[in-house]
């Protein structure tokens, strides 16, 4: 079960560094997106504090082509999830919609969640498997102190996880 939890947190602290990675600049877009340029920064941090982090540069570079997989799958999920999102919206537009029509799109978009998060965690074990215990444990505690910059330095994050 504390397996299942880390693996979980270290998923959550990857989506929560490349979230917050550029957040000061994109708060209040109202496009919902975010440019290249975002995912871009959010990649290039992280490969910062992998290359900091990790003793092997040729693990290093595997830690990190594994993180270029996981913010590929978190920007593919994104652009899905506003899909379905339009197309909610166009079916809200519908008098005559259906609620089966609202569920169907709801269960697809679930579905598709589902799927992302699963994949972001084999990559998360992935990454593990490469790293030594300290080497996982500097890298978390980096990416939770590099996190909480963008929220107003709350010294409760750590505690949070």
């Avoid at 919902?32 to 490969?47: F, I, L």
């Avoid at 498997?129 to 978390?140: F, H, I, P, V, Y």
């Amino acid at each position: 079960m504390n397996r299942i939890l880390s693996g979980l947190v270290g998923a959550l602290a990857i989506v929560t560094l490349v979230g917050c990675s550029s957040h000061h600049r994109h708060h209040g877009m109202m496009s919902g997106g975010h440019s290249d340029a975002y995912w871009q920064k959010g990649q290039q941090d992280m490969e910062g504090l992998i290359n900091r982090t990790v003793q092997d540069p040729e693990k290093a570079k595997q830690v990190n082509m594994l993180t270029g997989e996981i913010i590929k799958e978190l920007k593919e999920s994104r652009e899905r999830e506003r899909a379905y999102h339009r197309q909610l919206y166009t079916l809200n537009a519908s008098y005559e919609a259906e609620a089966s029509e609202f569920s169907k799109i709801i269960n697809e978009a679930n579905i598709q969640r589902m799927q992302s998060s699963a994949s972001v965690l084999s990559l998360r074990f992935k990454m593990k498997n490469l790293m030594t215990a300290d080497e996982w444990k500097a890298l978390s505690d980096r990416m939770i102190s590099y996190s909480s910059r963008y929220q107003g330095g709350n010294a409760g994050t750590k505690a949070g996880y």
